[in-house]
């Protein structure tokens, strides 16, 4: 398998924008759902998150133009869950990009000190490839790497605990 990991600077995105207004704040991102041709509905995650980070997390969501909603799932096991109503960014989502060229995620997204940090796979090179070509369209690419790894690697990864009996 291939590895690609990569983080990115993503224009226009309003996630990555809160983590750049939020830099010491530590998101997790499981995705979202695209719900109109502007409109995405995004879970994220406070990670470690106390009081004071909640607050602030919901004070500049409130000041974002392009958030239409943000709500306050659960606060629990020291994280906060956050759903979110926004604008779909101009230069399209990473994981559209990610997608187009044949590549699944691993693990989740992180959005953490104002890049956007995601590891992904793919069965080819050329796919690893096109997609590192792909990413500045997205904004400013910080660090990229591709990597061969095993396919045992993605179920060690994901899988490390049994499942619940």
Not at 107 to 122: D, F, L, P, T
Request: charged share 25%.
């Amino acid at each position: 398998m291939v590895k690609v990991e990569f983080g990115i600077v993503h224009e226009d995105c309003s996630m990555n924008e809160l983590s750049r207004a939020l830099p010491e704040v530590r998101f997790i991102c499981p995705g979202g759902f695209v719900i109109g041709p502007s409109l995405v509905e995004e879970v994220i995650v406070i990670d470690q998150a106390g009081d004071k980070a909640i607050k602030a997390v919901m004070n500049e969501l409130d000041q974002m133009a392009a958030i239409e909603e943000a709500e306050l799932l659960e606060h629990a096991g020291g994280k906060a869950f956050i759903r979110v109503l926004t604008a779909t960014p101009d230069t399209g989502f990473c994981s559209e990009t990610v997608e187009r060229n044949r590549c699944f995620r691993i693990g989740m997204e992180i959005q953490h000190e104002g890049i956007e940090h995601w590891k992904v796979g793919c069965v080819r090179a050329s796919d690893a490839q096109q997609l590192v070509e792909d990413l500045p369209t997205l904004g400013e690419v910080k660090y990229h790497s591709v990597s061969q790894v095993s396919w045992q690697m993605l179920l060690d990864a994901n899988y490390a605990e049994s499942p619940p009996s």
